[in-house]
């Protein structure tokens, strides 16, 4: 039974485990040997030494003014001796020496019985101290055993080690090395390339698998024309039956086909177009110019049979062996989706005046009940009428943030452009949201450079971006913060900026911040409709917006317009 890669793999990592566990296995054994034979050094004969001693100390004491305290503690030692008799004669030196201590004990020859006691302990301790050279002998006996072994062990483990992992790879990497030859001769487009491998793993269903692939090429690349042209005839009508307008030209110039639908919006035939250089059908057709001519992807018109039409352009590039081969125009109908978008765009507007009129009719009859003329409120009654006149300014404020949108999604953006001193955008703005600042005890800190040159702008529509950038800057910093207004002079334009020191936007939703209805999850206020107006009116005067955040430490909110060089001279 042929034996998979997989398994092969797995068995060779079992392989190299098992020497592992071989050479753990005997390390362990001798060390734990070596620990055994010293654990019984300290516990039968190093432990007799400490009580021989402590015995031989207690001697001298046992007539003095602490005998009591001697005699108790020489018994003690005694029995613990008594109880860790290990070597050979050892049990007669103890009994000779329990002996003695009781005739002392009596008081029958006490001198010379001190002697016989001393000469018993001093045998005790001698003969601890010859078992414990003995078995430190031994251990270390022991210890060069163990080492010469777990050596051997070792140099054996090693070199079946090393001979396997020297061995193992070309198991993989020889078929490697012949697939990536294989796959080198077909990118050349050696069809009659074929891989030998004499296995049943995997490498041998991918060799079969790749000669069969050869084998295939082989006979794509010999196919007969008929063939081809076949192929060729199928192509164009897969091209034909596309729905949106289509037109293919080569790196040369060259226009290679244009289905039915492109046909239609330029009026023209296949014969005007296909096979003609580009250059000749762009002097002939202006909306084949506008396509090849234009390079942004702005929606555009186009009547076709009295009726408006819009299109998208998209150009999608052919590449063949990592060189261009041409590119294709294709025109995407988007019609519906504007007619939509104009008819969402008019209902947004229509209402969003309609409630202009009720809301600010409610607001002047609110300020009427705050007059006590009318009468007087109580304090929850003023309570409710704030709430209300507070709803109504919210109100009031999205109705006119989504006028500002429809009036910039119908591209009737209403532009006085003239010189503006940079200055006054400052006051103006600050001035709107002064207020706001001071109710959160946060202070605008102003950095002006002396003789800006004056910028080409619409000044209400710059105050409101800058009144807007003010704005959110307070609602996102902490009380008691600073905010940063600067304005920086560049090559020819002229840099705002604000700087907060708030919560920061998370990285992932910085490219969408100036969104249209976009809002940070977790933010409470705002429609998504501000920073959006901001884009548009900035860029609807040629300028552009930008933002920087470091997220957890503020955001700095810019946009940037370019000075009136007429009014600067």
Not at 19 to 45: C, H, M, P, Q, W
Not at 353 to 359: D, G, N
Request: proline letters at 2%; a negative charge.
């Amino acid at each position: 039974m042929a034996i998979k890669l997989k398994t092969k793999v797995a068995l060779g990592g079992i392989f190299l485990f098992v020497l592992l566990i071989l050479v753990g296995a005997v390390s362990f054994y001798y060390f734990n040997r070596i620990t055994e034979e010293a654990g019984d050094i300290i516990k039968d004969n190093y432990e007799t030494l400490n009580y021989s001693r402590d015995m031989l100390n207690e001697i001298d004491a046992l007539s003095g003014r602490d005998s009591a305290k001697a005699w108790a503690n020489f018994e003690q030692n005694l029995r613990l001796q008594e109880k860790n008799i290990t070597e050979p004669g050892e049990k007669e030196l103890t009994e000779s020496l329990r002996k003695n201590f009781e005739g002392i004990r009596q008081e029958t020859f006490a001198d010379s019985l001190r002697s016989l006691i001393r000469r018993d302990i001093s045998s005790i301790m001698q003969v601890n101290l010859a078992a414990i050279d003995k078995k430190n002998q031994a251990a270390q006996a022991s210890a060069q055993s163990a080492k010469t072994v777990i050596t051997f062990c070792l140099t054996i483990c090693l070199l079946i080690g090393f001979t396997f992992l020297f061995n193992f790879p070309a198991l993989v990497a020889s078929p490697v090395a012949s697939l990536t030859d294989g796959i080198k001769a077909i990118a050349d487009k050696n069809y009659s390339q074929r891989i030998h491998l004499n296995r049943k793993d995997e490498f041998g269903e991918l060799a079969n698998a790749f000669n069969t692939m050869a084998e295939r090429l082989d006979e794509y690349e010999h196919s007969n024309l008929s063939k081809i042209l076949f192929e060729k005839q199928r192509a164009e009508t897969v091209i034909n039956s596309l729905k949106d307008a289509s037109i293919g030209i080569d790196n040369k110039g060259i226009v290679l086909f244009a289905n039915q639908q492109a046909l239609q919006l330029l009026h023209l035939a296949n014969a005007d177009i296909i096979g003609l250089p580009q250059e000749e059908v762009k002097k002939r057709n202006d909306l084949f110019r506008f396509l090849i001519d234009e390079q942004n992807n702005i929606p555009f018109k186009i009547v076709v049979e009295g009726k408006e039409n819009y299109f998208t352009k998209e150009i999608i590039e052919l590449s063949h062996e990592n060189q261009k081969a041409g590119h294709v125009i294709v025109l995407k109908n988007i019609t519906p989706f504007k007619e939509l978008d104009v008819a969402k765009t008019n209902f947004i507007a229509t209402v969003s005046h309609e409630l202009k009129t009720p809301l600010a009719s409610s607001d002047f009859s609110l300020k009427l009940l705050e007059d006590e003329r009318v009468g007087t409120l109580t304090a929850e009654q003023k309570e409710l009428v704030q709430n209300l006149k507070d709803d109504n300014k919210r109100l009031l404020r999205i109705l006119s943030e989504l006028l500002d949108m429809s009036q910039v999604e119908s591209g009737k953006i209403q532009l006085n452009l003239q010189a503006v001193q940079p200055v006054l955008l400052v006051s103006k703005a600050i001035e709107s949201v002064q207020n706001a600042a001071k109710e959160k005890s946060i202070s605008i800190k102003i950095n002006l450079p002396e003789n800006l040159p004056p910028i080409k702008a619409d000044a209400d529509k710059t105050t409101w971006v800058l009144n807007n950038f003010l704005t959110n800057a307070i609602r996102y910093s902490a009380a008691d913060t600073n905010i940063l207004l600067g304005i920086e002079q560049k090559e020819g334009s002229l840099l705002f900026s604000v700087q907060d020191f708030g919560k920061g936007i998370d990285p992932q939703y910085k490219d969408k911040i100036f969104d249209r209805y976009f809002r940070v999850p977790g933010s409470k206020e705002g429609t998504g409709l501000g920073l959006a107006i901001c884009k548009e009116f900035i860029e609807a005067q040629g300028g552009r917006v930008m933002v920087d955040s470091d997220f957890g430490k503020g955001s700095r909110f810019s946009f940037e317009l370019l000075i009136d060089r007429v009014a600067h001279l």
